[in-house]
């Protein structure tokens, strides 16, 4: 097992072209998610990777922070509606919510949020069970294991989430615009269809469909831990959480709304953040 952090970031970012056969998700028969990206291998693995990756650009996340931002709005009228009736709110569970939103948002193009929508809350179930099973087949490792052991992953979750996004992408072909995931990856398609590059061509529909699929999936438990840690240390420290609430309604004063750029300036901000991992680090280090 390779555990030195540099040589990881060589194989996984820096040469990650020249490790092909790199697939951890065991075929599923009739799914979709054989065509996402971390279930391909080899050379289609290379095309679809290569295709999204300049998608991730610096430029176009600031694109769509405006579509975190409602999902943070969301949670924000939640926990204010909540603590009226009741002053105790499960943080991980809002967190995992509005991280699930948000990939929705961004990655999916569906509009809504899970706080406010009894579909997405209902589609956020489903998928958050639905990926407790998928990470047991990724843990086992083998299908032949995970057969035997009868852990199944019910592909028909999947293909509910990806209908919702062929409603998106067929919005888009009637001239609705948006920015996100879906739309950079439709741009893209056009770019490549307009220049007639010989053996090049974008993604079909499907595999379109499955690297959004990866979305509400990729993050959600990193982003969504992070993410209920700095609600906990906030809660734990109210000087600190004062501080940095302080500096955010000077950014509202200063710019009107927040904004990327605004956050990116946050000083207190990037010390929270910045201080869990620190604190993490501790933590894995003590043991």
């Excluded at 958050?128 to 087949?137: G, K, Q, T, W």
């Excluded at 509400?216 to 990193?222: I, K, M, N, V």
């Excluded at 200063?254 to 010390?271: H, I, P, Q």
């Amino acid at each position: 097992m390779i555990c030195d952090p540099d040589l990881l970031k060589k194989m996984f970012i820096t040469d990650s072209n020249h490790f092909l056969d790199r697939r951890f998700i065991p075929d599923i028969p009739g799914s979709i998610v054989n065509e996402t990206l971390p279930a391909l291998s080899n050379e289609k693995w290379k095309y679809v990777n290569n295709f999204v990756h300049p998608l991730f650009s610096p430029n176009k996340m600031k694109r769509m922070f405006p579509l975190v931002l409602e999902q943070a709005q969301a949670l924000i009228s939640f926990c204010r509606k909540r603590v009226e009736t009741d002053p105790c709110v499960d943080i991980e569970s809002i967190s995992k919510k509005v991280i699930f939103g948000s990939s929705l948002s961004c990655g999916c193009g569906i509009e809504g949020n899970v706080f406010g929508d009894n579909k997405l809350n209902t589609l956020f179930s489903k998928v958050e069970s639905m990926l407790s099973v998928l990470r047991a087949f990724i843990v086992i490792w083998s299908a032949t294991i995970s057969k035997l052991l009868g852990i199944k992953c019910d592909p028909t979750i999947l293909d509910e989430l990806g209908r919702e996004i062929e409603k998106s992408i067929k919005n888009r072909s009637e001239g609705y615009e948006r920015e996100d995931f879906v739309n950079f990856i439709l741009h893209a398609n056009m770019k490549i269809n307009n220049t007639a590059t010989p053996g090049k061509t974008g993604l079909s529909e499907s595999s379109t469909i499955a690297q959004c699929l990866t979305f509400p999936g990729a993050g959600l438990d990193t982003a969504a831990s992070t993410l209920t840690y700095i609600l906990f240390l906030l809660a734990k420290y109210p000087k600190e959480q004062e501080r940095l609430h302080q500096e955010l309604q000077e950014l509202l004063q200063e710019e009107g709304e927040l904004t990327f750029r605004g956050l990116s300036s946050a000083k207190m901000m990037d010390a929270v953040v910045n201080g869990l991992y620190y604190l993490l680090k501790l933590k894995v280090e003590a043991q």
